[in-house]
Structure formats: C-alpha cells, structure tokens
C-alpha cells in the first residue's frame, strides 16, 4: 500500500562469464510493499581490480561496496559499515538473480543489465584549474577522529582571504555531495575559489577516505567533525582569522546553527542553505506530509500517515526505554500493520536507534536566537524536504539583530537548489542543473560585504 512509503520514509539515515559482470545493473527491491528502484554499478580496471557501488534515488541510499569478490558466474559485495551486502548468480547475460541484505534483513533482488543514459552534467567542474586542489587530512580531536577532504586554494591572492568549511545533509556523504551524477559541493568550492575564497570540504566520517562508525554516530558527533575541520582551516597560511565561516546544507545547515549557538568553535560567519530551523520531529511530520503529496497520496492517506508519524516522534523523544518505545511505536502502527513481518519490525525499530533518538530530540531555535555572528539563509520554494515558508518564519522570528541575517528565498528551486518543475525526490536526477548560479552569486556578494 502506498501509505507504507510515507511511513517509512522517515528512516532514511540506509573467467568466462564474470567478465560480463562490467557494467550497469538496475532492479527492484520490496520494502514494506513498496517497490524501490536500485542501481548496481561494477567497473574492472587493467590492474583486475573490481569496484561496485549501489545506488537508490537519494544519496542518502547511495554507498561504495568495500568487499567485491566476483567468480565465475557468481558475485559477492558487502559494505561492513552500512551492513550491506549483496550475494548473486548471473543467470542469463543479461541478469542476476541474488539476495540482498540489511542487517538481519533479506530481500530477494533481480538485477537486468542496461546501458546508462549519460546525463549531461555542465556544471561540474573540469581540471586544469586555476587555482590550486590539495588532499588533505585533519583530526576531530575530540574523538580522535582521521577525516579526509579537498582544500582548494586561490592562486592569485597573497591573502589574507576568506575561508569556509563546507558541510554536507544528511546520510553518508562524500565530499562533493555526490547525488545522481550532480557534484554540487564541487560546483559550489570551484565557483567560491574562483572569486578568491579558501574552501575545504570533507568527506563524512565512514566515507571515501575518511575514517570513523557512520552508522552509530550522532549530529553532535558530526558537529564534533565540524569544529576540527574549522580548526584546520584557521591554520592554513594566508587565511583571513576574522573571515573564517561554515557553509552546510541542509542537516549541515542545522550543525552550523548549533556552533554557531553553543559557540563551541571559532566561525566568524555561517551560511546555511535548505538549514532546519524548527524542532526536528516537527520538520519529519512537514517533510513527510510533502514528500507524499509529491509522489501522489491522497489527502486521507497523508492525513493517517501524518497522525502516526506524531505519535511516533512523541515516544522517539521520550524518555522511554529503547524496548519501551518500540513497543509503543508497533501499537501506533498497528492499523496500518496489523500483522507485521519481521523485516517490517527490523524497520521500525530503527526509530529506537541512539542516533536517530538523538537527531528527533533537536530543537535548533533555542540555539538560533544565540547567534551573534552575520547569517545567510537560502530556500527553495519547491524543496520538499525542508519547506521553506516555516523555516524561513523561524529564521525571521528567532534571530537576533546581531546576525545582521540577509534570508532569501528562490522562486522555482527545489532541495539542491535546481530549477525544478516538481520538487519532488525522483526529479533530481533528471536535471541538468547542479546547483543555482543566482544563489552562488548572492553567496559572493554577501561574503564579501557581510
């Protein structure tokens, strides 16, 4: 049933023949009645080393597999961190008939070959560049935490000069915010360096070169991440110590506004970009209620999903007992699952996860009205992931005149800040468009007369 989606998508923080295993593979998997498209991706180099990603529609279900073992007609990939893993036989040329598991969870998966259709990406960045691209590394001394990233650095100023920490949404990223082929923190660090800004982005702790338990770890472990990439940042030569910001988006808007808040490091500036700017569990309700309208629920559906998803977020903020809430959470949902199945449990007890409890528990407005440092804020009016209308109203209402905010809002663009028709999660890979030249502009300008 289709309401199940609405429900569930709350938890999104998840020889001879082996040679034709190259390629594009793409199926189905079932998820609690719901059909998700996923995308298998194997690629063989001249030094015989396989490579295999998955992807799904979002990139909070896109990851790289760590374990590729390909043997004749067979195939194995697992991803220890995520607990992933997939186990198949190709049957014919042109397909492989496997099993795909999460955690304790299995789910039959046929995958068919196909050829890519090569999306135009213009935007994306193209090396030579002209200005310098560093790999770096730093700690989160407070974890003792080895994390990984990009520093591009302007070749024609001597400095000193602006510098800004870009911070990535929710799910494990890379540090491009790679999402459907699009590179937007790439496009974003490319067009800042340019205009004379030191820019470092990272990849998320459990990602690409970094280190670190993504899985189990919380927001305050990610603002942990944060503060030792501004500390790195403030050491590098030629930066401006009174010019050093944090740029996130969306859940990394929400991370710059709780440093910013507790003044747990030192940012001269914050830009935030889609941030969340009411209580979490409010925004979840909101998110769902238009993620849903997006994929063409009817009003009575939303209405019995929206109700759940309250009483849900009510016993994840409790005090309750990890087993205690569960308990509660399957009454809630007995409606709907009145027989539930076991990989249905297995889902719903992700809610009682510490990190997910400890990111509904957020409400970021105590610590926005302890900003005293400049603030840009972007939306879209078509994102419906975080709406833009009640978070910008928090902004406007909760910020102090300190912040001297500038608060924009950009007709026609959706989550990522493309020119959307719909706005919806499935749109984004149709787009050409990376991410809004109108919004960069502003960015610059403000930067520089903040």
């Known amino acids: 049933m289709r309401l199940v989606f609405i429900i569930t998508l ?7 023949i082996g040679q034709d295993f190259k390629g594009n593979w793409r199926g189905e998997i079932e998820v609690q009645g719901v059909k998700l498209p996923i995308e298998l991706i194997l690629k063989h180099d001249r030094g015989d080393v396989w490579t295999a990603s998955m992807a799904g529609q979002t990139a909070v279900n896109s990851f790289q597999f760590s374990s590729v073992h390909i043997s004749e007609d067979s195939v194995f990939l697992s991803n220890s961190q995520n607990r992933i893993s997939f186990q198949g036989r190709q049957v014919r040329q042109d397909m492989i008939r496997g099993v795909f598991k999460r955690g304790s969870t299995s789910i039959p998966l046929v995958l068919r070959s196909y050829v890519k259709e090569i999306k135009r990406r213009p935007q994306t960045p193209i090396a030579p560049y002209p200005y310098d691209t560093v790999e770096v590394s730093f700690f989160n001394d407070f974890d003792q935490v080895k994390l990984a990233g990009t520093l591009t650095v302007p070749r024609d100023g001597a400095g000193p000069m602006p510098a800004v920490v870009l911070v990535t949404g929710s799910g494990p990223q890379d540090r491009d915010e790679t999402i459907e082929g699009h590179k937007p923190f790439k496009v974003i660090a490319d067009y800042l360096t340019r205009r004379g800004v030191m820019v470092l982005r990272y990849d998320d702790r459990g990602v690409g070169k970094s280190k670190g338990d993504y899985p189990n770890s919380t927001v305050g472990d990610f603002s942990k991440d944060v503060i030792g990439a501004i500390d790195y940042l403030r050491k590098q030569k030629n930066v401006d110590l009174d010019n050093v ?30 941030p969340p700017a009411i209580a979490i569990d409010s925004l979840m309700v909101l998110q769902a209620y238009q993620v849903g309208r997006s994929v063409g629920l009817s009003e009575e559906e939303l209405i019995q999903a929206r109700t759940i998803n309250r009483k849900n977020f009510s016993v994840v903020k409790s005090t309750l007992s990890d087993q205690d809430a569960y308990t509660q959470i399957m009454r809630n ?16 007890r992700m809610l ?6 400890y990111f509904m528990r957020i409400d970021p407005v105590p610590f926005i009205r302890q900003i005293n440092i400049p603030v840009f804020a972007a939306y879209g009016t078509k994102d419906v992931q975080v709406p833009y209308a009640v978070n ?9 005149v300190e912040a001297n905010p500038t608060l924009k809002v950009y007709d026609g663009l959706n989550h990522f ?34």
């Open 10 to 16: 709350i938890f999104q923080f998840y020889g001879c």
């Open 352 to 357: 009682v996860t510490s990190p997910y409890r």
């Open 245 to 274: 910001g944090v740029l996130g988006h969306s859940e990394g808007g929400l991370i710059a506004m709780l440093i910013a808040g507790q003044k747990s490091a030192k940012v001269n500036f914050i830009g935030l970009l889609a």
């Open 333 to 348: 949902v007995s409606s709907v699952f009145p027989r539930p199945t076991q990989e249905q449990k297995n889902e719903f």
């Open 417 to 450: 800040f493309q020119q959307a028709k719909t706005g919806g999660v499935s749109e984004y890979a149709s787009l050409e468009e990376t991410f809004s030249i109108d919004v960069l502009a502003d960015l610059v300008d403000w930067l520089y007369t903040k």
């Open 392 to 400: 910008l109203e928090s902004l406007t209402n909760n910020l102090p």
